[in-house]
């Protein structure tokens, strides 16, 4: 498998642009989570959603903020309209349920990130 | 509320052991893990420690748990450039456990 994979690897744009950040979960996992790291605050939880289904967005930042999955193998985090505070890394991350080797299979999975700087 | 705390760098030598403590607060977690960052990249498991454990060994890794203080050690033994990078433990939320509660991490950086 190619692991989580997450495009575009570096986003540059001007403030009140739209930004769309993309990630391909690893096939046959049916939890997705999208985070944030930045120097100040850390990693921190955005949203994870249960086979496409949001669980818990209570990281969202705010109302700019918003993540969609339609399908089990596809997620977006959008911000619009961006801010300079916005500028971060933002991992997607992906983990299986269960199976006899439980514990391995509900390990999250990190894709290599998109960094995001907003001018 | 839920805090996971690490020192922030750690500066060894080649080939010496190196020690990355973690406290964390919740301790009904059934799993505690150690994550690894390397530049430029995303976070990649090293290893777990099941919480009815006091030790785990993997190779060069050696992770202690101390339930009563909360505490969470990593060792690597015979440190090489290789390592340098950045270490995140983490623990579940309490009340759920879908979710990870990451450390603020810790660069540790290897010289010659």
């Known amino acids: 498998d190619a692991g989580v994979i997450q495009s575009p690897r570096h986003e540059v744009t001007e403030m009140g642009q739209e930004v769309t950040l993309r990630c391909k979960p690893i096939s046959g996992h049916d939890y997705l989570f999208w985070y944030r790291q930045t120097m100040m605050r850390g990693l921190e939880l955005l949203i994870y959603?249960?086979?496409?289904?949001?669980?818990?967005d209570s990281g969202m930042p705010e109302d700019r903020f918003s993540a969609k999955m339609p399908n089990a193998s596809f997620s977006t985090l959008k911000i619009q309209p961006s801010e300079p505070r916005d500028s971060a890394v933002y991992f997607c991350?992906?983990?299986?349920?269960?199976?006899?080797?439980?514990?391995?299979?509900?390990?999250?999975?990190f894709g290599p990130g998109t960094r995001l700087t907003v001018l | 509320g839920e805090d996971v705390e690490q020192s922030l760098f750690l500066s060894v030598r080649e080939g010496d052991s190196s020690v990355i403590n973690c406290t964390y607060t919740d301790s009904s977690s059934t799993y505690l893990y150690w994550y690894k960052q390397e530049p430029g990249a995303g976070l990649q498991l090293l290893t777990y420690?099941?919480?009815?454990?006091d030790m785990k060994q993997d190779q060069r890794l050696t992770v202690l748990l101390n339930k009563k203080d909360k505490h969470l050690s990593l060792r690597i033994a015979d440190t090489q450039t290789g390592d340098s990078a950045i270490y995140f433990c983490?623990?579940?939320?309490?009340?759920?456990?879908?979710?990870?509660?990451f450390g603020t991490g810790t660069r540790l950086q290897v010289f010659p």
């Open positions: 959603f249960n086979n496409n289904v949001p669980i818990d």
């Open positions: 420690i099941f919480s009815n454990m």
């Open positions: 983490a623990e579940t939320y309490p009340d759920n456990t879908d979710k990870l509660i």
């Open positions: 991350a992906s983990r299986g349920t269960g199976g006899r080797a439980a514990l391995l299979t509900d390990t999250q999975y």
